[in-house]
């Protein structure tokens, strides 16, 4: 009972969250089953490890299909940023390394930093740009932090956020 209460009111909360929340619920879903892959190739726990690092996966998945491929710059650099967390997430958890999660993690809690930032300054929905006579917000933080082109370096990520209005 008290599953299909709880998935109730999961499935309520997602049923009428604004886009911009949806994506802030999947960042804090990957980054719980990130953790929890971590820990699981930490512990040698195989099953775990297995399945959290497959709903990770699919939770990456999920993020980047939902970027719209428009030849916008900071969506194509986010793309990157998440087709990057997916094949780190997948090669860590073939050779059961936990050491590349805690990079994963932390480029996940920056993501998770700036969407909060954009549904705390825009709780209303983003209008999309189909709407005629209104502003489209964009965020133009998300693609702050690139892939590493060098695995041994580590990527600098400018401090700054902004919305555009």
């Not at 886009?19 to 619920?25: E, G, S, T």
């Not at 996940?108 to 209008?127: D, K, M, N, S, Y």
Request: net charge neutral.
């Amino acid at each position: 009972m008290h599953d299909s209460a709880r998935n109730a009111y999961l499935e309520a909360q997602v049923r009428t969250a604004t886009p911009q929340r949806l994506r802030l619920m999947l960042i804090d879903g990957a980054l719980r089953f990130a953790r929890l892959t971590q820990t699981a190739i930490r512990d040698a726990n195989g099953e775990t490890a297995f399945e959290a690092g497959s709903r990770l996966r699919q939770v990456l998945l999920e993020l980047i299909v939902a970027i719209r491929r428009d030849g916008n710059a900071v969506a194509e650099r986010t793309l990157a940023l998440y087709v990057y967390l997916f094949k780190t997430a997948t090669e860590a958890q073939l050779h059961s390394r936990s050491e590349p999660y805690d990079d994963l993690i932390r480029i996940l809690e920056i993501e998770r930093g700036t969407w909060q930032l954009v549904c705390e300054r825009h709780p209303e929905a983003l209008q999309s740009p189909i709407d005629a006579g209104r502003k489209e917000v964009v965020a133009t933080g998300t693609g702050a932090i690139l892939p590493p082109m060098n695995p041994n370096s580590p990527v600098s990520a400018p401090g700054a956020f902004s919305l555009d209005a």
